[in-house]
Every structure is written in structure tokens, then in C-alpha cells.
Nanobody, 121 residues
């Protein structure tokens, strides 16, 4: 399994970013996919998930209405559109492979770099 995130950066509050995750090494369109994040000194936090065929999505309350998760199964790519960013969104963001059902369970991003998102004025 290989997951490579990109698209992070330094933005001001209220601005937007779009994260991408290129997946390989497994049957991408069979699995629920997740975006998770980890802020300095904090535990891993689940941000959003999307079912294998995009029929179901779910968001953490902290990002609901501002973030949109999507996927392109033809390209084996997961996306996270982040609008109205806040300083508290600052974290390393990871995509994570879930199960074949719409479950909250995902493979922890151990030893991966992720993509840094910093929201600061």
C-alpha cells in the first residue's frame, strides 16, 4: 500500500487549500478512504471519510460545512477541499485506507510524512 499526500502549505485564515492523495498497491475503489490529521502535541483526529463509490461521506463536527472530501476512482486519487481555513486546522494531514465497508476504522499513517497545513496570519 502506498499513499502520497500533496497540496499542503501556509495560508492565511479564511483561505482555501486542496489536498490530494495518490493511492497505489491496493484496489482503491473497494475501500472507504479517510483524511486524518495530527496537530502538534495532539492525537490523530479523523477529519472525513468517503465510501468506496462516494455514496456516503462523513465529517468531523470541527470541519463540517468547510471541508469537502471527494475521490476519483479512475485516477486512484482522494481529495480534500478545505475552505474558510482556521488556525486550529493547522496540522499534518494524512490520507488513510479504510475498510471495504463504511467504517470509522482505518490504517494508521505510521512512519508517513503527510502534508503540512499551516493556517496563520
Amino acid at each position: 500500500v502506498e499513499l502520497v499526500e500533496s497540496g499542503g502549505g501556509l495560508v492565511q485564515p479564511g483561505e482555501s487549500l486542496r489536498l490530494s492523495c495518490a493511492a497505489s498497491g491496493f484496489t482503491f475503489n473497494d475501500h472507504t478512504m479517510h483524511w486524518v490529521r495530527q496537530a502538534p502535541g495532539k492525537d490523530l483526529e479523523r477529519v472525513a471519510r468517503i465510501s468506496s463509490r462516494s455514496f456516503h461521506v462523513d465529517y468531523a463536527d470541527s470541519v463540517k460545512g468547510r471541508f469537502t472530501i471527494s475521490r476519483d476512482n479512475a485516477k486512484n486519487t482522494l481529495y480534500l477541499q478545505m475552505n474558510s481555513l482556521k488556525p486550529e486546522d493547522t496540522a499534518v494531514y494524512y490520507c488513510a485506507k479504510g475498510t471495504v465497508s463504511f467504517s470509522v476504522v482505518y490504517d494508521k499513517p505510521v512512519g508517513r510524512q503527510g502534508t503540512q497545513v499551516t493556517v496563520s496570519s
